[in-house]
């Protein structure tokens, strides 16, 4: 299976601040990469998919980049909302696999 | 607009079985496949397989094969996943996804204790 590995795991931030987070991948996936937002006790909600197309009605503050093994995603001006555990996951290679998540806490 | 929800929450003991439910609207059924994914507390999301909601046919991922078992009640819009022989690693938050995971069932918590 393909191992998808987050960075960093934890990231204490303020809001307004740049956020970005990686993702990669043991082999290379392509652009079949997505991103999912997980709010405490909600289920997850994609916010990219493809590795850089944003998902109908998610604000454009939420960027995705990458290709290969390496991923990015950004967060321009991070919101008290966007607080969540964030999971890349590719759909290049059966089984689809997630990354660990990177929780972003307030510093 | 598009909703999967799914039945509610789960106390069973080791070895019984679970059947949950995911009942999708505001699309048609047929058109897109059913995943499942599982999320033990605290941990991370795992692809469990998917279902081919038009005919039946289920796809388990390596972990999930032989207690697990995806099925549908098409007529009813429903995918559901039955658990038997159930052990203490099965307490976790299931949820349904369909619309290549664009969109996702609440989740099913369900615990196992004696």
């Known amino acids: 299976d393909i191992v998808m590995t987050q960075s960093p795991t934890s990231m204490s931030i303020s809001v307004g601040d740049r956020v970005t987070m990686n993702c990669k991948a043991s082999q290379n996936v392509g652009s079949n990469v997505d991103w999912y937002q997980q709010k405490t006790g909600q289920s997850p909600k994609l916010l990219i998919y493809k590795a850089s197309n944003r998902y109908t009605g998610v604000p454009d503050r939420f960027t995705g980049s990458g290709s290969g093994t390496d991923f990015t995603f950004t967060i321009s001006n991070m919101q008290a909302e966007d607080l969540a555990v964030y999971y890349c996951?590719?759909?290049?290679?059966?089984?689809?696999?997630f990354g660990g998540g990177t929780k972003l806490e307030l510093k | 607009q598009i909703q999967l929800v799914q039945s509610g929450p789960e106390l069973k003991k080791p070895g019984e079985s679970v059947k949950i439910s995911c009942k999708a609207s505001?699309?048609?059924?047929?058109?897109?496949?059913m995943h499942w994914v599982k999320q033990a507390p605290g941990k991370g999301l795992k692809w469990m397989g998917w279902i081919n909601t038009y005919t039946g046919k289920p796809t388990y991922a390596d972990d999930f094969k032989g207690r697990f078992v995806f099925s549908l009640e098409a007529s009813a819009s429903t995918a559901n996943l039955q658990i038997s022989n159930l052990k203490n690693e099965d307490t976790a938050t299931y949820f349904c996804?369909?619309?290549?995971?664009?969109?996702w069932g609440q989740g099913v918590m369900v615990t196992v204790s004696s």
């Open positions: 996951m590719q759909s290049n290679s059966y089984p689809p696999t």
């Open positions: 996804a369909s619309r290549g995971l664009s969109h």
């Open positions: 505001g699309y048609t059924f047929t058109d897109y496949a």
